[in-house]
């Protein structure tokens, strides 16, 4: 196949998946403007993109393009490389035609994709892959001492910028974008053959202001939102809250129904042996399930009490009371347990 067993063809695969990653980095940064304009929105984008099929299926495409164009970069470099043979050591002037970026493409491919490594530690392995791979409140990554909930973007910037060192790496690594993608961006097309001398200028002019305003961008959202995670804006502002405080109304709900409905299928089951047998199953309910259910609770209480301390509602106080009321209760389970245990 001409794809993978000509030169021309490789070329042609990399500037297709150049192209959709341009635009993949296009559309994130406009996503990531929409955080600053109106955070509680860029929420219901994170929503909207988090662990369902459709986003599923586009992340593990966007996997695929990421994929096979950094073997296709380390196929044509290994490739360039052995067709120039012991000349690639010769020391020659470099042609004043030939670019800085152009000669360092796999080094700065490497350094994006370093930062690209960062970028999914600190986002998408705590929202999208935590959605798959864990439902248990208590095992989300803290922000502020409590559970931060996978679709709420916000409580991820809040954790990632307010360290010192993220914006150093993150422009870092927007440098070495600039320099990557304005090279890979006209030479995708110059590969094609828009290679001429009035397409291949405009084309560098496009990519260079293309790409500049991208960076541009990215570097002014990374500093904003240092500076926003630094004042605790994503913890302290009320719309934001006020959506915090919705979901683990929710979850507060979800958890009590499902206590509840656990609960009177175990008396249920006692029944027919009496009210006595239905007193010592509902103990031992209590003593041995309570615990979990508690400790999910009391992580809805924390993040509710850490997260939203400035809106209260019926489902944010029930939660509250439940967790008294539960830890009380399964205290004197265990209590009667033990009495039981020492009476046989």
Sequence with gaps: MWLTSSSI?????????????????????????????WP???????????ANWYALV??????????????????????????????RYAVNSRPKQVEWSSKNMLVLGIVVLAFLGVHMTQ??????????????????????GAPAAPVFGTLFLQLAFQQWWTPVVYIIGFIALWFHMNHGFWSMFHTIGWNNNIWLGRLKNIA??????????????????????????????VALQEQYAGFWGERAEAIQENFQAELSAVQQSA??????????????????QGKGYLEQAQAIANAV?????????????????FVQRLDRTIQYAEQMNKTNETNK
């Design 9 to 37: 063809g490789r070329k042609f695969v990399m500037a297709i998946t150049g192209v959709c990653l341009v635009l993949f980095v296009t559309f994130h940064v406009l996503m990531n403007s929409v955080a600053l304009l």
């Design 271 to 288: 029944e027919a042996e009496g009210q006595q047998a239905v007193q010592t199953a509902s103990i031992k309910f209590f003593a041995e």
């Design 208 to 237: 260079c202001w293309w790409t500049s305003i991208v960076v541009i961008l990215f570097t002014a959202q990374a500093i904003l939102f240092t500076v926003q995670a630094r004042s605790n804006f994503f913890t302290t502002d």
């Design 123 to 144: 986002f998408w392995a705590k929202m999208q892959l935590q959605e798959l791979i864990s439902h248990d409140l208590t095992a989300l990554p803290e922000v502020g």
């Design 58 to 87: 586009a992340s593990m495409g966007l996997a695929a393009l990421f994929i096979i164009h950094i073997i296709y970069a380390l196929w044509l470099t290994v490739q360039n490389r052995r067709a120039r043979g012991a000349d």
């Design 40 to 50: 509680a929105a860029y929420n219901v984008i994170c929503e909207f993109l988090g």
């Design 305 to 321: 009490e850490k997260q939203c301390p400035d809106v209260k509602t019926k489902e944010t106080e029930g939660v509250k009371e």
